[in-house]
């Protein structure tokens, strides 16, 4: 694709900007930023990302990798409370969450380490693993609140923090993972994901395609599980004090 | 034998003294009211003696162990609490019976529960049945019981049949003081209801704004010149 053709798509954004204007829905300027922002977020990855990919070296390849986590982990925990205490809990969640699963890769053989392969496929997980981290704390937070009095109860009968909010973990847990599960079900049938696109567009063949998108499938699967479980597991405690009552948030 | 002594203790909650440098005995096999006006700090008082909330200083001694020192897990096994309000988890009553007995790894026989749902005039049926289709006057039983599965050595009652009508009061009174004669059982119970007081434990401490104004027999608050302060409560 050439530039010009990229320009003339850009008649579309126009046709947005004219259904916002005309129909007063006042998204024209947040639009206009949105498409500057697009515009050069991308150009400057781009550039990035050629020059990554040219030095080709394995220790800034895993700056950048670590980098990605870390910005994940601040998303993920932008709304919750005690946020520099789950910001470590996020950051070494969604660590594991993508070391596990991009080990198997490379030791299978599935990818190599170098920073064209590493760095697109772990932006995956890492951003699968981010938005379940992120639901997976909200919903803690959520039945921690609403279920004050039952914790209480089974504290007062003698279980453990653990026992005693262990199917609210777990429900955690399942609404993290939930979103993947769901997507799984209906790949290929009502969409196919971006990545696949990207390589059918770029004129791989489609059986290619297919088999790359099932391994980014496994691995999100268990990024997801990893990340959203040790997410919760390690959280879970905070909302208890030492002397093991549950606190009043 | 002691088995509780409170020594000078406080709670602060945000600033505010909920119980104020408060000192109280309670003897082995005692059964003791603690009645006061809404708002006195009755529940949070109760709620020490098993640990679910803390004192901000002074001491407490449980069989004469500091119960700082005590594992919360163990001590609240043996000082059962039932709150206010009745709350059933699960979805069959049962679940609420199984549920202390499994995470505990207790077995017990069947008819200890048999003679108990009896002498709390439920049917054995109530067991399969829903918790979300029982009467607040049956879930109040079922919570009873649930704390029960453990045999406590001590028995924390916060107020437990004030949201019970009289007919259920009653089974639920009768069954307290059944329980007290049956078993080596110390019972603190939290009312509000002089009248209820006068049913159930010997021994009545007042509180008032988290100070004790009077600790005495039961009997004594209906004879005799009164504080002020409580002879005002008795009047509403
Ligand atoms: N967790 C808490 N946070 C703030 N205030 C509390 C808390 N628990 C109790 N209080 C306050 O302490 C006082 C005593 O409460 P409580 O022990 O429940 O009294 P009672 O059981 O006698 O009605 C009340 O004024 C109540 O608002
Ligand atoms: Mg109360």
Known sequence: ?249 | MLLFEMRNISVKINNTNIIKNLSLTIRKGEFINIIGPSGSGKSTLLRLFNRLSSISSGEIYYCGKNLNETNPISLRKEVGYVFQKPYLFGEKAKENLEYPLSIHNIYLEKDYIFNMLRQLNLEQDILEKDCENLSGGEQQRICLLRTLMLKPKVLLLDEITSSLDPVNTKIVEEFIVNIYNEFDVTIVLVTHNIQQAKRMGKRTIFLEKGEILEDAETNSYFTGNKKEQINRFFDK
Not at chain 1, 4 to 19: D, P, Y
Not at chain 1, 215 to 239: C, D, E, P, Q
């Open chain 1, 1 to 249: 694709m050439s530039i010009t053709t990229l320009l003339m798509t850009s008649i579309l954004i126009f046709v947005a900007l004219g259904i916002s204007k005309s129909q007063k829905i006042h998204l024209e300027k947040e639009m206009v930023i949105g498409i500057i922002r697009a515009i050069v977020q991308l150009s400057l990855i781009g550039l990035v990302l050629t020059y990554i990919f040219e030095i080709d070296n394995r220790i800034v390849t895993t700056v950048i990798l670590m980098l990605m986590v870390y910005n994940a982990s601040r998303v993920a925990t932008k709304r919750g409370k005690n946020k520099e205490e789950l910001k470590k809990v996020a950051f070494f969640s969604i660590f594991a969450g993508t070391a596990i699963p991009m080990s198997v890769l490379i030791i299978t053989g599935a990818i190599e380490y170098v920073p064209s392969q590493v760095i697109p496929v772990s932006g995956m997980v890492i951003g699968n693993a981010m938005v379940a981290l992120g639901l997976t704390f909200k919903q803690l937070h959520d039945n921690f609140t609403s279920n004050f009095y039952e914790i209480e109860i089974k504290l007062a009968l003698g279980a453990t923090e653990r026992v005693a909010s262990i199917h609210l973990i777990r429900d955690s847990i399942r609404t993290g993972m939930q979103p993947i599960v769901d997507s799984m079900q209906t790949l290929g049938i009502v969409q196919l994901p971006g990545m696949m696109t990207g390589l059918i567009l770029a004129g791989q063949s489609p059986v290619l395609a297919i088999k790359y998108q099932i391994m980014v499938t496994f691995m999100l699967l268990s990024a997801v599980a990893i990340t959203t479980s040790i997410g919760a597991f390690a959280t879970y405690r905070k909302y208890f004090t030492e002397e093991k009552q549950v606190k009043r948030i």
